[in-house]
Each structure stands twice: as structure tokens, then as C-alpha cells.
């Protein structure tokens, strides 16, 4: 199983822009499909963006969409969240989720579709 570690959350204003990471160790993460979810206080953890593990495919949430962008470094096992003109509330603590596939192109959107979760990092947004 991978172990994964989230890093570059911090306090920003709003319009600021953020990088996370997350570093995948244990395993190489070629072939798992990545995620990024957050989870603001109170409130259910969602989906924010999804990667296949060959790239090909991404997705973000309606509500970060032109805004934050995912992407990946195989050979880094390494894969980030740039986070631009973010707002309020995008104040959340941020998790990077893995799982394994064998389809290159599949990425995921579902809590219960990831086998591994980083412990997050905290992302605050003040007005």
C-alpha cells in the first residue's frame, strides 16, 4: 500500500495562490489514480480533483474549475494542486487520496473508491 504525505497548505488572502503536494512512498505511484479531497469544518469531505495515473485524464470540481489544476511527476512520485485565486471558502484541510488500477486512463471521484489517504494539510483563505 502507498503512504502518501500532503504538504503547502499555510494561510493565504484571497487571490492568492497555493502549490500542494503529495509525495507517495512505500510504492511507486505509476499506476495509481490520484485525488485530491477537502474537508472544511463541519462539513462533509469532497471531491476537489482527480488525475489517471497515466495524466491523460483530469477533472476538477465545478467549483474550483479555472481556478485550481492538478497534475503529476511519476518519476517524482509527486502529485500537486496548484491553487490560484482562492477564496474563503476554499479554507479546508486538504487530503490526497490513492488507487491502485490497471487502467491508465481512469481517475475517481468517490471517497470509497481510494484505498490510501494522506493525513492533509491545512489550506486558510482569509477576506
Known amino acids: 500500500q502507498v503512504q502518501l504525505v500532503e504538504s503547502g497548505g499555510g494561510l493565504v488572502q484571497a487571490g492568492g495562490s497555493l502549490r500542494l503536494s503529495c509525495a507517495a512512498s512505500?510504492?511507486?505511484?505509476?499506476?495509481?489514480?490520484i485525488s485530491w479531497f477537502r474537508q472544511a469544518p463541519g462539513k462533509e469531505r469532497e471531491f476537489v480533483a482527480g488525475i489517471s495515473w497515466s495524466a491523460v485524464n483530469t477533472y476538477c470540481a465545478d467549483s474550483v474549475k479555472d481556478r485550481f489544476t492538478i497534475s503529476r511527476d511519476n518519476t517524482k512520485n509527486t502529485v500537486y494542486l496548484q491553487m490560484n485565486s482562492l477564496k474563503p471558502e476554499d479554507t479546508a484541510v486538504y487530503y490526497c487520496?490513492?488507487?491502485?488500477?490497471?487502467?491508465?486512463?481512469?481517475?475517481?471521484?468517490?471517497?470509497?473508491?481510494?484505498?490510501?489517504w494522506g493525513q492533509g494539510t491545512q489550506v486558510t483563505v482569509s477576506s
Open positions: 487520496a490513492a488507487r491502485y488500477t490497471s487502467y491508465s486512463e481512469n481517475f475517481y471521484h468517490t471517497k470509497t473508491d481510494f484505498d490510501s
Open positions: 512505500g510504492r511507486t505511484i505509476s499506476h495509481y489514480a
